[in-house]
Each structure stands twice: as structure tokens, then as C-alpha cells.
């Protein structure tokens, strides 16, 4: 909020009733105070006077003094001297005025002087009892010398309420939304900040769509009960009786003591708060919304978007400086076409300059004016009853300076103006309570084509839009409407910096009139990008959302997913900004499936054509390569009888020798190998394995040898199955026959197995003459496991042989013959399931 103490007195003038009032008459205080109404109503008359009266001169040595009080709690004293108005002013050097602000002459000195100090009389901002005086007096004080007189003063004494000061601000609460602050009812306005040119009371922040509810909050301190109102009450009441008006960017206005506001794009807007109170005072204030601009995930994305299954990657979605890629904020701006000024009061002065600022800022650095149309206009809402008074300057911010007009004939900020006389500048109210606002209207000065002439050349008059304002009889003011400068604006400002203070300076240069600059502002060229502010919201939070394939890095800003099914997979990854508003992208990493070939198979075929082999393909990489492992070669060709191929994607296989191979095929692109076995057969053979006679109490024990991929069936003479084994057990006499069978065919074959009678000797007569020179068994020609072992009678073992033969004649297992004599044997035979014990004679 901004204070703008405003020292505006609506002077009352002296009635008839009172006549003359001297430096030496009584004080006017008490049941003698002023009488604010009627009596003290006119402040155009000379009622007060020094000690010689109207006619006759002051005396020497004189001290005299008197004090004026309002006769109602709130208002004030004034009083007006000046020669400019046609009022006496003439008080030697020597001698002195004194104005104090108060009934006493102990009370703050305001001003003190004489016609060498101020030739044209006090200003009458200096002449009027302030806010602090709770009296409202003024004491007025004369001291002369020893030396010379002179004609001393005529001058006016009036009194009447001031317009009263207040303290504008608003408060915005964001409503219903997702941004900091929503639904609270704490006030969301933020980085608050009072400017001396404009106030500006922050910024909201917000996120689109969101809503927030502007409530104008102005103080008045000085009505009755006020924080500043006089001790003893008085003055008026404003609260309540104040009007808000809201003017938004967008170009909407609302006029209520709250609005709601809900922002459609994603920018700033300005705010702009103009609060008028009863008497015509107002301020203006501003504020600035900024709403949430989506943030850029542009490099937000993971390392490898394809996958092969059992791959992994990372997923980047980083914001600090040490990130390499990441979420960026995406900034936004406040744009409109002028800076402005508020409202300031030109009080009557002689000679007094009142100027208002305004800060610019948004131009690139070191930007200077310098081409014809680069500043295009400078508008001044102004309302004043003496045109004749002003002049008006325009100064940058580093000290240049440009005369927009000058109308007064004398020497002021420019000597010898075009003379405006009585003719308004707006509705002027010329009523006599000057401090009290008329009719403000718009003047622009600017050198574009299609401007008037600047006002040295001539204006046009038009009634007085404040008609309620013509007080004296003036009704006639300057035409609102486009002007050129008195003076060019390239030629006397180019070089100026345009980021920096420009004042706008109006000289009142007589005492009788006053106005208000109820606004002004500066244009620049829309090119130069005038009062552009920029914002960025700043990311404050991120994460990825929970996934379960997140497998390092859980809600980080870099994670590592291993999604582990041929698929598409999305991951969010989420952020929120420093104003509360939440963003999230989506990024798809897809699971390719890997090689695949036909499956494993089982041909009686010399070869074998793959079809509809798959291999994954990226960035133009395809195929792979095929390799094998088996019992022989294999031929890989692009056809049965193609040439040799490794990447052939459907190759033929022939191998060399027949059996099962093993075929793997690996891709370029996932580095996978696959592998499928394929059995090359060849048609069956049947072959029984076994003795085709028995001896007599013995069975027999049949069997065959498969190949691979081959099934057996024994049957006997009946033709029933005994056996789906490779060894058919418990044979006796008769026809067995074996059928082995594979895919290609099968094959069959038979053995007539017949019993014999089996005896163990029991004598040997190893002589050489061919007969019983052996111990024959006849188990040893049916059994191959047949064992002898031979002890002599002290149980020595002399032989033995574990696959006898038919060929022991007697010897010793070392080969030395043994001696005639009894022996004893042990035989076994059929897998040890058999045996034969007894005596063996050998005779030589």
C-alpha cells in the first residue's frame, strides 16, 4: 500500500461580516473561531492584513501575532499570499513573516520570509495547517525593525475540510485450484513491493484454470475513528462510501469491492486496482498474476527406447545443474503497451514544480532512443483551471529533457510560452475549493502522423466536460485529442537509456489555480518490446511414478527399468513447480521379441529347409548367424542344392553323416542365440544279439542294439509281445523275433533258440592224443561269463579264468603243468546266478 499525503484545503473566504482582520486584532479562537461555513468561504478576496490595514503602511519594532482556528473539529486554516493573484506582498528584507502550524507561535515553524526571499509570496502548500496539527490553527507572526516600512500584506485567510489521504492495497486468495495457497484464507500475494512511481503489490501466482478472488482493501486513516483522525473526531466518512475499480489485462473491469479473476492463458496479467473515495480522491494500485507454464520434457526420455528381452535402460528425467538432460521451465511474459503513473495534485504555486515518476524496465541493456517514432507518445490525464500557469516537461533518465508544452508568457522551466490564459485542461473545477478533483481528460503528445499541431500553433476550445466545475465563468477547455510536442522528441532525447526513472515535470507559475495529473504515461515502439517482464516457474519436485521393472534409482530422477515381456511399457515421470502445479509426460519403452527358428524335428529326409525364421530388426540392422554342433557335418545352404550361407534367414540343412545336430541361430541385433535339434534317421535294422542254444535247466537272455529314434518288440512263436525292451529275458526253446521301428520303417529279424544238455567232466587225461585233453563244459560254449576257479587240497587256488574258454589241460594259471592228483573246481556262469562245485582228477 501507498501513503499519498495530499495537503489540499478547501479555502473559505471572509465574509462582510468581519471586514478587515489585522495582525494586531484579537486571536480567532474559542467561541471567536473562524467560521468555516459560510463565513470563511471565499479564497479569492484579501481579508487579513498587516498592521497599516489596506491603505497605510506596518509600523517599525513591530512583534505582533495572531492565530486562526477552525470552528469545526476536522477542518483547517489556510492562507494565500501572492502578487501573482493581484495580492499585496511588500515586506522589506529587514523585516519578517512567520507561519506556525498551530494556536501558538511554540507550535512547527512551516514557512518564514519576506518579499526579497519570496518575491511572489508563499507557495500555498507551505501555508496551510498539516495533517499533524490536530488544531487545525495557524499562527501568523511579523516582526519589523528599527529601520524602514513598507506596504506589508494583503492576503486571504480561509478554512474547510481537506480531501483525506488513504492508504489503497488489495488482497487476492486463490479459490478453487491446484496452485500454493488454494482454499486457504491467507492472503496469496507475493514478493510484495511499494515503488515510488506505481505501486505494486506483487505477483499471484497460479496455475491455469484456477480462480482467485481480488478484495480491495483500502485504510483510511483520517475519517473519524481513523488511526490518524484528529484526537477530538471530525472529518468524513469514507469507508463504505469508496467505489473499486478492477481493470484486468485481458481487457476485462469489474467495479465491486471483490472480483474474481480466472486466468484462460498461460501468461502474466496485470491487475490494476483504482479505488475513488467520496470527495473525488483516488489511487491506483497494481498487482500481477502469473499462471504455471507447462514445462519442457523435450529431452525427458530413456537411453534406448527399444529393448530386447532381459535388457535394461535408463530412464533420464533430471532438473539440476548436474543433469545432463532433463525437464526445462518454460518462461512466459507481462506485455502491454505503456508504463504508468498515478494520480498527482498541482496545487496553486508560484513557480512550484510537481513532478511524478515512472520506473521502465524489460529493455534489452544499454537500448537507447534514437529513431523518430521510437518514443511514440506521452499521455497525460490531467484536469486544471488556468492554462496560462503551466508548462510541462519530459525528462529520461539521464537528465535530458524535452518541452512538451509551455504556456506561460514568463520565465519558468522555458522562457516566453505561447500564453494559454483561463482555458481549462479537462473539467477543471474552478469553484473556489480547490484540492477537490473535476473532470480529468486525456491529452497525448506525439510526433506519429495524423497529430494535431502542438498547442504553440493553436488548439480548439470545447465546453468543459465538468460543467459543475465553472465556478468564474471559464467553461472552455483545450479539445482532448493527439498533439505534436512543442519541442521533437528525437531531436532533444535521442541517446536517452530507456530503462531508468522518466519525470514528468508540471510548473505552476501563478498562485490561483489548481489541477490534478490524474494519470499519465509513456509509449514506446511496440518493436522496441516496451515493459516486457518475463517469468519462469522453477521445477521444485520430481519423480518418476512406482513401477515394478524400475529396478535402480526408485523415484529419482535417473532409473534403470528391465521390463521382461515382449510389450510396450509407459513410465510417468512427474513434476511440480514452485506455484503448486503439477506436469507429467509419458515415455514408452517397447520390448521386442527376440530371434525365433523352427522347432526341433525328427526327418528320415537327407536335408531340412527352415521357414519362417524371425530375427529383430534396428535402425536397419537385421538377420544374425547360423552355427550347429553334431556328429558330422552340416552343409548350411541357402537351398538343397544352394551354395553355403551363414545369414541366410531360411537356410537348407544336410548333414554328412546322419544323426541328431544341434542348430543355433544367433541375431545382430539382440545378441540372442536360439537353438532347435534336429535328428537325421536312417531306416531300421534288426539284429538279435544273443546264444541261439541253452543248456538244459538255463533260459536265455536275447537282445538287439537301437539307433536313435527307434522303438523294439520282441515276440515269440505265437506272436505275442514279451518284451518292448532292447533285451528280451527268460528265453527257452523255440522262434523269437525282433521288430525295431523308427519313423522312416521298420525292420524285423528271428532266432530259433534250442536247449542242450550241459555236463561238467569229472576227469582229464591231458596226453596229447586229442581226447579229454580239456576241461569241456558245455556251459562255456553257451554262456560268455562263465568262471572256473581250480584249488588243490590245501585250497590253493592253481586257476582260474572269469571268461573260461574250453582250454584248461591241466596247467597251473602260470602255465607250469600240475601234478596228477585230485582237484576241486568252482564254476559260475549266467551273471553269477548259476554255479557248479566238484572234483577234478587229472591223469598224466
Request: charged share 15%; aromatic share 12%; proline share 6%.
Amino acid at each position: 500500500m501507498n501513503l499519498r499525503v495530499l495537503y489540499i484545503i478547501s479555502l473559505l473566504s471572509f465574509h462582510s461580516l468581519y471586514g478587515q482582520i489585522l495582525i494586531t486584532d484579537t486571536d480567532y479562537t474559542g467561541a471567536n473561531s473562524c467560521n468555516c461555513n459560510p463565513t470563511f468561504s471565499d479564497g479569492t478576496v484579501t481579508n487579513f492584513f498587516d498592521s497599516g490595514g489596506n491603505l497605510n503602511d506596518y509600523s517599525s519594532n513591530e512583534d505582533e501575532s495572531i492565530t486562526f482556528c477552525p470552528d469545526a473539529t476536522g477542518s483547517k486554516v489556510g492562507l494565500l499570499f501572492g502578487t501573482n493573484v493581484g495580492f499585496v506582498w511588500d515586506v522589506l528584507a529587514s523585516d519578517t513573516v512567520y507561519i506556525y502550524d498551530g494556536p501558538t507561535t511554540a507550535s512547527p515553524l512551516l514557512v518564514k520570509g519576506n518579499s526579497d526571499s519570496h518575491p511572489a509570496g508563499f507557495p500555498a502548500g507551505l501555508t496551510t495547517a498539516t495533517w499533524a496539527n490536530t488544531s487545525g490553527c495557524l499562527t501568523v507572526q511579523f516582526k519589523s525593525d528599527a529601520s524602514n516600512q513598507a506596504q506589508g500584506w494583503a492576503a486571504n485567510v480561509s478554512c474547510g475540510n481537506y480531501t483525506q489521504p488513504f492508504q489503497i492495497g488489495m488482497q487476492a486468495l486463490i479459490g478453487v485450484g491446484e496452485a500454493n495457497g488454494a482454499g486457504d484464507q491467507i492472503d496469496d500475494m507475493t514478493n510484495q513491493s511499494i515503488t515510488a512511481a506505481l505501486p505494486d503489490t506483487g505477483y499471484v501466482n497460479v496455475c491455469l484454470g484456477d480462480s482467485i478472488l481480488f478484495i480491495s482493501k483500502p485504510v483510511f486513516p483520517y475519517e473519524p475513528g481513523g488511526s490518524m483522525a484528529p484526537t477530538s473526531g471530525g472529518g468524513y466518512v469514507q469507508t463504505g462510501n469508496f467505489t473499486s475499480l478492477w481493470e484486468f489485462s485481458d481487457g476485462t473491469s469489474h467495479v465491486g469491492d471483490s472480483v474474481w479473476f480466472v486466468p484462460t492463458a498461460r501468461t502474466g496479467y496485470f491487475v490494476q486496482l483504482r479505488v475513488t473515495e467520496p470527495m473525488g480522491l483516488f489511487d491506483v494500485i497494481m498487482s500481477k498474476v502469473r499462471v504455471s507454464t507447462v514445462p519442457s520434457f523435450e529431452t525427458c526420455r530413456p537411453l534406448d527406447d527399444e529393448l530386447c528381452i532381459g535388457q535394461a535402460t535408463t530412464l533420464i528425467g533430471g532438473i539440476t545443474q548436474s543433469d545432463t538432460a532433463g525437464v526445462s521451465s518454460v518462461g512466459s511474459a507481462f506485455q502491454i503497451q505503456g508504463s504508468f503513473a498515478a494520480q498527482t495534485y498541482l496545487p496553486d504555486g508560484s513557480g512550484q514544480n510537481y513532478t511524478t515518476p515512472i520506473n521502465i524496465a524489460g529493455f534489452p541493456a544499454g537500448m537507447t532512443l534514437q529513431n523518430l517514432g521510437d518514443l511514440e507518445s506521452v499521455c497525460v490525464d490531467i484536469e486544471h483551471s488556468y492554462l496560462g500557469d503551466l508548462e510541462m516537461m519530459l525528462t529520461c533518465p539521464n537528465g535530458q529533457s524535452v518541452n512538451i508544452f509551455n504556456s506561460f508568457t514568463g520565465n519558468g522551466l522555458f522562457p516566453g510560452g505561447f500564453g494559454g490564459g483561463g482555458t481549462f485542461l479537462g473539467g477543471a473545477n474552478d469553484t473556489g475549493t480547490n484540492g477537490v478533483p473535476g473532470t480529468c481528460e486525456t491529452y497525448c503528445f506525439s510526433e506519429n502522423p495524423g497529430a494535431l499541431p502542438a498547442w504553440v500553433n493553436g488548439y480548439n476550445t470545447v465546453p468543459t466536460s465538468f460543467p459543475a466545475g465553472c465556478g468564474f465563468g471559464n467553461c472552455l477547455m483545450v479539445e482532448p485529442g493527439t498533439y505534436n510536442p512543442e519541442e521533437s522528441y528525437v531531436a532533444a532525447l535521442a541517446g536517452c537509456p530507456l530503462n531508468g526513472t522518466w519525470t514528468l515535470t508540471v510548473r505552476d507559475n501563478l498562485l490561483s489555480d489548481d489541477g490534478f495529473i490524474c494519470e499519465w504515461g509513456i509509449y514506446f515502439d511496440a518493436a522496441l518490446n516496451p515493459n516486457n517482464e518475463t517469468y519462469s516457474p522453477t521445477i521444485v519436485f520430481d519423480e518418476w511414478l512406482s513401477d515394478p521393472t524400475i529396478i535402480t534409482g526408485t523415484n529419482d530422477t535417473a532409473v534403470v527399468v528391465a521390463p521382461n515381456v515382449v510389450g510396450n511399457y509407459n513410465y510417468t515421470f512427474q513434476v511440480t513447480d514452485n506455484y503448486g502445479c503439477s506436469y507429467d509426460t509419458v515415455v514408452t519403452v517397447v520390448v521386442k521379441p527376440g530371434p525365433s527358428i523352427a522347432p526341433g524335428d525328427t526327418t528320415c529326409n537327407d536335408f531340412f529347409t527352415f521357414t519362417n525364421t524371425f530375427a529383430p530388426s534396428e535402425g536397419g540392422v537385421s538377420g544374425g548367424i547360423w552355427s550347429y554342433t553334431g556328429p558330422g557335418n552340416l552343409a548350411i545352404t541357402t537351398s538343397p542344392t544352394g551354395p553355403p550361407t551363414t545369414t541366410f534367414i531360411n537356410p537348407t540343412i544336410t548333414p554328412s553323416v546322419n544323426g541328431t545336430y544341434d542348430v543355433s541361430f544367433t541375431d545382430n541385433v539382440c545378441n540372442y542365440t536360439v537353438t532347435s535339434s534336429f535328428t537325421f534317421l536312417d531306416d531300421p535294422v534288426a539284429v538279435i544279439f544273443g546264444e541261439d542254444t541253452i543248456c538244459q535247466g538255463d533260459s536265455a537272455k536275447l537282445f538287439t542294439i537301437l539307433q536313435e529314434g527307434e522303438t523294439v518288440m520282441w515276440l515269440n512263436d505265437n506272436n505275442a509281445i514279451i518284451s518292448t525292451d532292447t533285451n528280451a529275458l527268460g528265453i527257452t526253446d523255440g522262434v523269437y523275433t525282433v521288430v525295431v521301428t523308427n519313423v522312416c520303417s521298420s525292420d524285423e529279424a528271428s532266432m530259433n533258440v534250442v536247449i542242450q544238455p550241459c555236463e561238467v567232466p569229472n576227469v582229464i587225461t591231458p596226453n596229447g592224443d586229442g581226447k579229454n585233453d580239456f576241461f569241456y563244459t558245455r556251459y562255456a560254449d553257451v554262456y560268455p561269463d562263465v568262471n572256473l576257479t581250480i584249488f588243490n587240497r590245501w585250497g590253493r587256488i592253481v586257476y582260474q579264468n572269469e571268461a573260461y574258454d574250453n582250454t584248461w589241460d591241466g596247467e597251473k594259471t602260470n602255465g607250469n603243468e600240475l601234478n596228477g592228483g585230485v582237484y576241486y573246481y568252482i564254476m559260475t556262469w549266467d551273471g553269477g546266478t548259476k554255479d557248479e562245485k566238484g572234483t577234478i582228477t587229472v591223469f598224466r
